[in-house]
């Protein structure tokens, strides 16, 4: 089981900015990393992905809005959050794959960080 650290949730008001970061330990960085939430009464949803080449996939809701990336000194993953809308609202989780390429469906994932919340007020 590797453990995935998530920070950086919190509230703010429509409009503003967030990022969240993700502790990965060195040996599972060169796996595939993305970034996964669930609202309340919501099935789980991906957010934003990085594979282990470095190649990135943004989902639609949040595109030209978030941006995917990782400080590879020191293994850490983030999600930079801007324009944020209450519909971003959610529990934001770190996943890491089993392989460096990633897959479509969540439940591939292999290990998941515990969360952590955003909440945007309109």
């Known amino acids: 089981q590797v453990q995935l650290v998530e920070s950086g949730g919190g509230s703010v008001q429509a409009g503003g900015s967030l990022r969240l970061s993700c502790a990965v330990p060195?040996?599972?960085?060169?796996?595939?990393l993305a970034w996964f939430r669930q609202a309340p009464g919501k099935s789980r949803e991906g957010v934003a992905a990085?594979?282990?080449?470095?190649?990135?996939t943004i989902t639609n809701p949040v595109k030209g809005r978030f941006t995917i990336s990782k400080d590879a000194v020191k293994n850490i993953l983030f999600l930079q959050m801007n324009s944020l809308k209450p519909e971003d609202t959610a529990m934001h989780y770190c996943?890491?794959?089993?392989?460096?390429?990633?897959?479509?469906?969540?439940?591939?994932?292999?290990?998941w960080g515990q969360g952590t919340q955003v909440t945007v007020s309109s």
């Open positions: 990085m594979s282990g080449d470095g190649g990135s």
């Open positions: 996943a890491a794959a089993a392989t460096m390429y990633c897959p479509h469906d969540s439940n591939s994932y292999a290990d």
């Open positions: 060195g040996n599972t960085f060169r796996r595939c």
